[in-house]
């Protein structure tokens, strides 16, 4: 491998999940490595951790600057870090629909705008947006969370429009439903959680969750030279979630 050796990567939500994993797999492909995260404590050699809340503003730019200066500039950012929210319209505010949106969404046009002057430098430089299969498919008690993904591939069109010609590639990865700490807790709070995963892993067609690790490989992949003419688009990673009707 090592098919990043000598470029540098910024992963935002990179302490844990699936930012964690990506973190990994583009240390393994021989990348230079920033997490910026809130939880920078978290993050263990030779990855270097930044405190980063990328629903603040001056938060954001601190943490790119430092990150381009302690790895030597930046040619991949990888979107990652976001948030969840469980009901329908009727359930949440006005107050929390604009939390969602400041870190799922304008947080990944804060940091993306933030490390453009370094990415225009980078000679292969690509942004990978984690998105969802909620901004794809409807799914039930997530109207906000899917909303905010929605935002994101449509967020993610547009940048790769916009930065075509500085030669900088958009894409995202829409996983479907991925085992990281993230999900834990959701099973935690669910009155049965081995029922609840079972329903999960169920609605999969490949009958099991996502590892972050495959959602890891996607990003890599979208983040790395061999992708070169992909730009403006999105990758399933959903065990045939999106695309596939099967009859059980
Ligand atoms: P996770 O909770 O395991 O990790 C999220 C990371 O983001 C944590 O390290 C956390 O500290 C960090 N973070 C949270 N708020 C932040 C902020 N304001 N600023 C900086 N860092 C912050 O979650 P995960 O499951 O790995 O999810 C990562 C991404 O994948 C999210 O964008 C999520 O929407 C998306 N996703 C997850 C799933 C899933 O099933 N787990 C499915 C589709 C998409």
């Given amino acids: ?25 583009l240390t393994g492909e021989g990348a230079r490595v920033g997490v910026l ?28 600057d430092r990150a381009a200066d302690a790895l030597g ?7 990652n870090a976001g948030i969840g929210a469980i ?23 804060r940091v ?33 969370y ?10 993610t069109r547009a940048m790769a429009a916009d930065h075509i010609n500085d030669g900088i590639r958009v894409n995202c990865v829409n996983p479907g439903t991925v085992d990281t700490p993230w999900v834990s807790r959701l099973l935690g709070q669910a009155d049965d959680p081995a029922a609840e995963r079972t329903a999960l892993n169920a609605r999969q067609p490949t009958g099991r969750l996502v590892s972050a690790e495959e959602v890891a490989d996607a990003i890599v992949y979208l983040a790395s030279p061999a992708a070169g003419s992909t730009t403006g688009t ?11 009707r099967l009859r059980r």
């Fill in 37 to 64: 995260d809130v939880n920078p404590d978290a993050v263990k050699d030779p990855m270097t951790g930044f405190y980063c809340d990328v629903a603040d503003g001056a938060s954001v730019r601190t943490a790119v």
């Fill in 87 to 109: 009901g329908s319209v009727e359930d949440l505010d006005d107050d929390e629909w604009a939390r969602v949106f400041d870190i799922n969404v304008t947080g990944m046009a």
């Fill in 1 to 25: 491998m090592g098919n990043l050796a000598g470029m540098t990567a910024i992963v935002t939500g990179g302490a844990s999940g699936i930012g964690l994993a990506t973190a990994e797999r």
């Fill in 112 to 144: 993306s705008a933030a490390a453009l002057n370094h990415l225009r430098r980078s000679e292969h430089a690509a942004v990978v947006n984690t998105c969802s299969i909620a901004a794809t498919a409807g799914l039930p008690q997530r109207a906000l």
């Fill in 73 to 79: 500039g930046i040619d991949i950012v990888v979107n």
């Fill in 234 to 244: 999105s990758i399933a990673v959903d065990g045939g979630m999106q695309e596939l």
């Fill in 146 to 155: 899917s909303a905010s993904k929605g935002a994101v591939l449509s967020l």
